[in-house]
């Protein structure tokens, strides 16, 4: 059984999130995976660039990104051998 996350049930309108996003001070940039505009406030996981750094996705690329993670940490163990 898969698992609902209460935060994709309802989601604001874009422009409600942008000035969410800009009255607070949190960032509103385009995610890495799909070029889609977010804020600083919606994200929930990090795409691994290497082991220590790495940048924020859209919650709709979270899954995306916790496979390209497990693959480059996959390969940074191999290496690490």
Request: charged letters at 25%.
């Amino acid at each position: 059984m898969s698992k609902i996350k209460v935060k994709s049930l309802f989601r604001y309108p874009r422009f409600i999130n942008k000035w969410y996003a800009n009255f607070w001070g949190y960032f509103w940039l385009p995610c890495d995976i799909c070029g889609r505009p977010f804020g600083g406030h919606e994200s929930d996981e990090v795409l691994k660039v290497t082991q220590a750094y790495g940048h924020m996705v859209c919650w709709r690329c979270s899954d995306e990104a916790r496979k390209r993670n497990a693959v480059l940490l996959a390969e940074l163990y191999e290496d690490s051998k």
